[in-house]
């Protein structure tokens, strides 16, 4: 079964420090990978999605992400941090058993001014 | 183009009662997906429609069941309310089956059961 595990519960960051979020997955083919951020209170807001092609994907917000097949990894990478970074982070992965994706336990970001 | 709607937005039940909750899926999806998202953890799928007929589920029990009308709104329901499904329950609606794409999320209805 399709699974994806984020090994960082929490990470801090200073404003304007670089920013790496992990993400591995367990998947039987080539995965839809995405990135969604949530903000306190709010619902899920797609970063980026990765389907094929380019391993390194571009999102809004500045973010970005690259794919990496024999790490079976999809980590998420900001240059520099901004303090409405603040929030928690889910990558997620889509199922081929019946079109759903299936979310990671999430990463929640703190950003020190 | 009016995103995904969600109601209520909060709701306290007891044990044993049941609820429905409601989503207006974004203008020209066909597809609604509902999420389960217990306070610290990630979203955990329980079903989908898709034309009105429910297009997979997740690992939940019968008491989670769902609608899906004309319009493509959505309910889902919850009947024998356990402790346990207090949570944040998210909709999100997409404009095909094959997920290959966005999902477009509510903001959520967040339940609580005493």
């Known amino acids: 079964a399709q699974s994806v595990t984020q090994p960082d519960i929490h990470i801090t960051v200073s404003e304007g420090a670089s920013l790496e979020l992990r993400c591995n997955y367990s998947y039987g083919a080539t995965p839809y990978l995405f990135w969604y951020v949530q903000s306190p209170g709010q619902g899920l807001q797609l970063l980026l999605k990765?389907?094929?092609?380019?391993?390194l994907v571009q999102g809004i917000k500045g973010f970005e992400a690259e794919f990496k097949r024999s790490q079976s990894s999809f980590n998420l990478r900001k240059p520099s941090v901004h303090w409405s970074d603040a929030a928690e982070y889910f990558c997620a992965v889509e199922s081929t058993s019946y079109d759903k994706v299936i979310f990671g336990p999430g990463t929640s970001l703190s950003v020190i001014p | 183009e009016t995103g995904v709607t969600q109601s209520p937005t909060h709701l306290i039940k007891t044990r044993g009662q049941q609820v429905t909750l409601r989503c207006s899926s974004q203008?020209?999806?066909?597809?609604v997906s509902w999420y389960q998202q217990a306070l610290g953890q990630g979203p955990q799928f329980i079903f989908q429609?898709?034309?009105?007929?429910?297009?997979g589920r997740g690992n939940f029990p019968p008491r989670f069941s769902g609608l899906q009308f004309p319009n493509y709104s959505s309910e889902l329901n919850v009947n024998a309310l356990e402790l346990d499904d207090s949570a944040l329950y998210l909709c999100?609606?997409?404009?095909?089956?094959?997920?290959?794409?966005?999902?477009?999320f509510g903001e959520g209805s967040r339940l609580t059961v005493l």
């Open positions: 429609y898709y034309r009105e007929e429910e297009n």
């Open positions: 990765y389907f094929s092609g380019d391993t």
């Open positions: 999100a609606s997409s404009s095909s089956t094959g997920n290959t794409g966005e999902l477009f």
């Open positions: 203008s020209g999806h066909n597809t």
